[in-house]
């Protein structure tokens, strides 16, 4: 490769970083958990980072329609089922945040 081959492939590639690494997403219409309740709110997603400071540009948006999101090693879902005492729920809610899961 010449000079001028390697200056357009630097270029080429460039302006594929910046059509489809460096989109901004909006996330809109999610209950979104703070680690204490469920709040609605919307994030937005900046060179891959999520963040609740809106960004000057959105190049798209996904409406959550309402739907819940958990963040990772949050328990979305479980068959524990026996918490038939504050004892019981205490262990097994002890046993959860001690792997870091809440």
Known sequence: MNRAQVLQRIAEDSRFFLRNMAKTYAFINGQWFDGQRFRSKSFYSVNGVL????????????????????????????????????????????????????
């Open 51 to 102: 963040t609740s400071k809106k960004p000057i540009r959105v190049d798209s948006v996904i409406d959550l329609g309402g739907k819940y999101v958990s963040p990772p090693f949050g328990e979305a879902h479980n068959h524990n089922l026996d918490w038939s005492s504050n004892e019981q729920f205490a262990r097994i809610r002890g046993m959860y945040l001690k792997d870091g899961i809440f």
